[in-house]
């Protein structure tokens, strides 16, 4: 061989190795670098020169640089993410519902209809008591309060919730914009040959944040190009991408294409949570907590209609409240001017006390469906009690699934400094073997020139 093929082959090898030993500096400083997938050098013989019917190698090349990625892994984490986020958005929605209805404590809904209750069988020891009649009055008014609170509270609630999700699909269209700019990068470095790993750990780092959001899909074409769909809608890929929007129709809250044109079903991710709240949970504890309230109401009324009032003459058909609407349990007015109008005498007597009696009875009477107020307001409470420990324990479980599909990732994609020591010491060697070559080489040159 040339002593200056000798020269030029060790030239481009010292270069190999410089670069192999930049590669695995790279792997080594990003080790603490979440998003950072390992990089890994292959090396290949460099093509070979042919002299007759001889053929001597040419060195040494690289091939590729590999980016340690599962494909299937990260998929499964993508919808791991979205599970874990609904839960998680699902456990604070709930939260702030218990939160509204302040049970058990004295502010609650069910200690104000005991107290209501109780002071209607308070009035039955006195039934011409001033005192007791306006505490029935006083009870009946707290009650009505709470229950407009709790009401107003769950509206407004929704209300936050539908800005909320205005805001979550802002982000979304965001993360789907830097997504499909870095396909275009990557499909433009890949048509000229480039590697793209850095602009890969970025896009699928969009891609991970965006799963926690809603529900995608990605599938790789060969390019290296991700296509992404949300609830089964194409969202990104190469050469395009769409918005979405939320919509409100008939009450309930759409994900819509921009255009209008196609709903998506999500399934999973934050804004999940928060459509399903807006669209089913909310209307459902205030539709139980209407119940709760128009059976006070109700049976209340039903039961003093009947009764007779203690002024003079007594009148009879006089409803204890006068209307419910939206959590409001509005106390007649005549009864708020005049407290003698409580009725509370089956016949017209002043000691008579049936009426009370009977309204007092309430707290154990059983409804059409089997049970009493306070049990029908204790499920509604229970129900959200539960919702709010299932989604804390689904919340935890998907941590632990997450939790164990990130190690997998870390031991397959993560950086092992042991590893990549083991590697640096290995180009180290080879370059400075590759450096000693050269200064033979320079050793043949200076020799062959002296004897000219």
Same mark, same amino acid.
């Given at each position: 061989?040339?002593?200056?093929?000798?020269?030029?082959?060790?030239?481009? $090898?010292?270069?190999?190795?410089?670069?192999?030993?930049?590669?695995?500096?790279?792997?080594?400083?990003?080790?603490?670098?979440?998003?950072?997938?390992?990089?890994?050098?292959?090396?290949?013989?460099?093509?070979?020169?042919?002299?007759?019917?001889?053929?001597?190698?040419?060195?040494?090349?690289?091939?590729?640089?590999?980016?340690?990625?599962?494909?299937?892994?990260?998929?499964?984490?993508?919808?791991?993410?979205?599970?874990?986020?609904? @839960?998680?958005?699902?456990?604070?929605?709930?939260?702030?519902?218990?939160?509204?209805? @302040?049970?058990? $404590?004295?502010?609650?809904?069910?200690?104000?209809?005991?107290?209501?209750?109780?002071?209607?069988?308070?009035?039955?020891?006195?039934?011409?008591?001033?005192?007791?009649?306006?505490?029935?009055?006083?009870?009946?008014?707290?009650?009505?309060?709470?229950?407009?609170?709790?009401?107003?509270?769950?509206?407004?609630?929704?209300?936050?919730?539908g800005k909320e999700s205005a805001n979550t699909i802002i982000d979304v269209n965001n993360y789907l914009t830097q997504i499909s700019t870095l396909n275009k990068q990557i499909?433009?470095?890949?048509?000229?040959?480039?590697?793209?790993?850095?602009?890969?750990?970025?896009?699928?780092?969009?891609?991970?944040?965006?799963?926690?959001?809603?529900?995608?899909?990605?599938?790789?074409?060969?390019?290296?190009?991700?296509?992404?769909?949300?609830?089964?809608?194409?969202?990104?890929?190469?050469?395009?991408?769409?918005?979405?929007?939320?919509?409100?129709?008939?009450?309930?809250?759409?994900?819509?294409?921009?255009?209008?044109?196609?709903?998506?079903?999500?399934?999973?991710?934050?804004?999940?949570?928060?459509?399903?709240?807006?669209?089913?949970?909310?209307?459902?504890?205030?539709?139980?907590?209407?119940?709760?309230?128009?059976?006070?109401?109700?049976?209340?009324?039903?039961?003093?209609?009947?009764?007779?009032?203690?002024?003079?003459?007594?009148?009879?058909?006089?409803?204890?409240?006068?209307?419910?609407?939206?959590?409001? &349990?509005?106390?007649?007015?005549?009864?708020?001017?005049?407290?003698?109008?409580?009725?509370?005498?089956?016949?017209?007597?002043?000691?008579?006390?049936?009426?009370?009696?009977?309204?007092?009875?309430?707290?154990?009477?059983?409804?059409?469906?089997?049970?009493?107020?306070?049990?029908?307001?204790?499920?509604?409470?229970?129900?959200?009690?539960?919702?709010?420990?299932?989604?804390?324990?689904?919340?935890?479980?998907?941590?632990?699934?997450?939790?164990?599909?990130?190690?997998?990732?870390?031991?397959?994609?993560?950086?092992?400094?042991?590893?990549?020591?083991?590697?640096? &010491?290995?180009?180290?060697?080879?370059?400075?073997?590759?450096?000693?070559?050269?200064?033979?080489?320079?050793?043949?040159?200076?020799?062959?020139?002296n004897m000219v």
């Amino acid at each position: 061989m040339a002593v200056n093929s000798l020269l030029n082959m060790t030239a481009k $090898s010292l270069a190999v190795y410089q670069k192999a030993l930049a590669v695995t500096s790279n792997n080594i400083t990003n080790a603490n670098n979440t998003s950072y997938s390992r990089q890994r050098v292959v090396l290949g013989e460099a093509p070979p020169d042919s002299y007759g019917k001889f053929t001597i190698g040419n060195g040494v090349q690289i091939e590729d640089i590999q980016r340690l990625k599962n494909q299937a892994l990260d998929n499964q984490i993508l919808k791991s993410n979205s599970s874990k986020s609904f @839960s998680e958005k699902q456990s604070t929605v709930v939260s702030q519902v218990e939160s509204l209805f @302040s049970e058990p $404590s004295d502010l609650g809904l069910s200690n104000l209809t005991d107290s209501f209750l109780n002071s209607w069988e308070e009035l039955t020891v006195n039934p011409t008591s001033a005192a007791l009649r306006t505490n029935v009055v006083q009870n009946a008014q707290k009650l009505s309060v709470k229950g407009q609170s709790i009401y107003e509270g769950l509206d407004e609630m929704r209300s936050d919730i539908g800005k909320e999700s205005a805001n979550t699909i802002i982000d979304v269209n965001n993360y789907l914009t830097q997504i499909s700019t870095l396909n275009k990068q990557i499909y433009e470095s890949s048509i000229v040959g480039n590697s793209a790993n850095d602009l890969l750990d970025k896009r699928d780092a969009f891609l991970e944040d965006l799963s926690k959001l809603v529900n995608i899909n990605v599938t790789m074409d060969s390019d290296n190009v991700a296509n992404v769909s949300i609830g089964g809608v194409y969202a990104a890929g190469r050469l395009s991408k769409i918005e979405f929007k939320t919509v409100e129709e008939n009450g309930k809250l759409l994900i819509k294409t921009a255009d209008g044109n196609t709903s998506v079903s999500l399934n999973g991710g934050e804004l999940y949570s928060l459509q399903k709240s807006y669209n089913t949970d909310i209307k459902d504890y205030k539709t139980q907590l209407d119940g709760v309230l128009k059976s006070i109401y109700d049976e209340v009324n039903n039961l003093h209609t009947k009764g007779y009032t203690t002024t003079d003459p007594p009148e009879t058909g006089l409803k204890f409240f006068e209307n419910y609407e939206n959590g409001n &349990l509005v106390v007649n007015s005549e009864i708020v001017d005049d407290v003698n109008k409580i009725a509370v005498s089956s016949d017209g007597s002043n000691g008579n006390n049936d009426v009370a009696s009977k309204i007092a009875s309430l707290k154990t009477k059983k409804l059409s469906n089997g049970l009493t107020i306070s049990d029908n307001y204790s499920n509604l409470v229970s129900s959200i009690g539960y919702e709010k420990v299932l989604q804390d324990q689904n919340a935890e479980s998907f941590d632990l699934v997450l939790s164990q599909l990130e190690e997998q990732k870390s031991n397959y994609s993560g950086v092992s400094l042991d590893e990549e020591m083991v590697d640096v &010491l290995k180009f180290q060697r080879s370059y400075d073997a590759t450096a000693k070559l050269i200064q033979i080489s320079d050793e043949l040159l200076n020799t062959l020139i002296n004897m000219v």
